[in-house]
């Protein structure tokens, strides 16, 4: 476990309205508002969107498995923001439902903007993080203690936890949900063949 600690900087209050990409609309408002580090929680609506609903398999490095919605659906979620090489990442995480289905995942590439998304951004200052690409999972994580002449910067040792060993509250087979209900998330999350 790494951590930092830091304090709060500048707040700001955004309004991104129809037809705007909300993801081309935040990375611009941070590089022009100069905020290295921070987060952003949001909510609204988004016409259409793509969203990384988890990993096609569970390899290393991960092959996202991607799901695109369009129509007007009601979202919220929220971001981080870290320095990297190429400047400020932010990396997102967003709920969108509409008429009853819901899809949960990271929010990449497009997310066009329906009526209005209103978003809070929460500038941290004094932290000691960057966005690093982790050569073991080949994905850009945050790593602590990273900037020169920061100070709150800790890793804490947890130690290894066993892989087999089922954690606390879990049952033998986590993966059989009552009525089928896994094998149905399963069928409507799998790519159809090529």
């Known amino acids: 476990m790494q951590y930092s600690e830091g304090q709060l900087g500048r707040v700001f209050v955004v309004r991104i309205d129809d037809g705007e990409d909300f993801l081309v609309a935040m990375q611009k408002f941070i590089i022009d508002k100069e905020i290295e580090t921070g987060t952003i929680l949001f909510l609204g609506a988004l016409k259409d969107g793509r969203l990384v609903t988890g990993p096609e398999e569970l390899t290393h490095p991960p092959v996202p498995h991607f799901v695109m919605f369009e129509g007007g659906w009601e979202t919220f ?3 981080t923001i870290y320095p990297s ?3 400020p990442t932010i990396h997102y995480h967003a709920s969108v439902g509409r008429a009853g289905h819901a899809l949960t995942g990271c929010l990449r590439e497009i997310a066009t903007t329906y009526l209005v998304i209103e978003a809070v951004v929460l500038e941290f200052t ?3 993080v ?3 690409l982790d050569e073991k999972t080949q994905v850009h994580l945050p790593v602590h203690g990273k900037d020169i002449g920061s100070v709150g910067s800790k890793k804490i040792e947890t130690g290894e936890q066993p892989t087999d060993a089922p954690k606390k509250g879990s049952t033998e087979n986590a993966t059989e949900l009552p009525g089928g209900l896994a094998e149905i998330i399963r069928d409507l999350t799998r790519r159809p063949p090529r």
């Open 77 to 79: 979620g929220i971001g």
């Open 85 to 87: 090489d190429s400047g």
């Open 126 to 128: 004094g932290l000691s």
């Open 130 to 132: 960057r966005r690093e």
